[in-house]
């Protein structure tokens, strides 16, 4: 990914005061600076859950459909019982998604930060979570029913 694009998504996380090496990565192992191995920061695996199966699960006390659109998209058509955070502000309103149940994550395409928020609610204790695969537009796509 294009330095821009990534420092852009950030941003959309909420952090502030965001910098870009211009170097790039060559440019700081060049100059001999100390780099983090991918085998030090562990990832956990995030799930994938298809359109039907989530659309089985739907009323189920204990999964929490959580979509991260911006809320835009999210007015425009949404899964019936999802709760919008949009991703932008999951890292600052994280405790309102609770504890205890299946977190399902849904964003438009089913790609790109899904996997990183994941890791992120993981951190903070959420030990079920998975994304909707392909996300929002699949489900547009299966016919599945979403609400305005």
Partial sequence: MAAPY????????GYKNILIYAEGLAGWKKAGLPL???????????PEMTASELQGKLGDINVYVLDV???SMYRQGHIK?????????????????????????V????RGFHSAMGWFLKSKGYTDVMVLKDGMSN???EGKPFEK
Wanted: glycine share 10%.
């Fill in 36 to 46: 983090i191995k991918e085998e030090t920061m562990p990832r956990p695996e995030i």
């Fill in 69 to 71: 659109r911006p809320a």
């Fill in 139 to 141: 489900w547009e796509q």
């Fill in 81 to 105: 019982g999802s709760t919008n955070i949009p991703l932008c502000q999951l890292s600052r309103r994280f405790g309102e998604v609770p504890t205890g149940k299946k977190i399902v994550l």
């Fill in 6 to 13: 990534v420092a852009g998504l950030v941003a959309q996380m």
């Fill in 107 to 110: 964003d438009y395409l089913g």
